[in-house]
């Protein structure tokens, strides 16, 4: 069983770096078995995926915010981090890891959000 516990970041101020970690136990995240993804769903919205780092640590950002987001890992911690600058209130939402086997077509699902372990999500409120 996989596990994963996304950080609180407590209140962000805009044009602020938000920044979140995942801690994952039950795999470890440099064994070819999962995908790790970040993911947010703000008010009223739909999920939103903001990008993916892959056992190797090769990155895979969504397009729409790759400009304001990078994504790391920390592998002595079995951890992996999202961070995204200059805030505004449009990026409050509940950010959420994931982690998607790695299976042949495990980017497909990660689009459609069809992730097999997902943390339990924590609100991020952006505001001054």
């Known amino acids: 069983q996989v596990q994963l516990q996304e950080s609180d970041p407590g209140l962000v101020k805009p044009s602020q770096t938000l920044s979140l970690t995942c801690t994952v136990s039950?795999?470890?995240?440099?064994?070819?078995?999962?995908?790790w993804t970040w993911i947010r769903q703000p008010p009223g919205k739909e999920l939103e995926w903001l990008g993916v780092i892959n056992f190797g640590g090769t990155v895979y950002p969504n397009p729409s915010h790759q400009s304001r987001t990078n994504i790391s890992r920390d592998t002595s911690k079995n951890q992996f981090s999202l961070h995204l600058s200059s805030v505004t209130p449009e990026d409050t939402a509940v950010y959420y890891c994931a982690a998607t086997r790695y299976t042949s077509d495990w980017f497909p699902r990660v689009l459609r959000h069809e992730h097999d372990y997902w943390g339990q999500g924590i609100q991020v409120t952006v505001s001054s």
């Open positions: 039950g795999a470890s995240i440099t064994k070819g078995d999962y995908a």
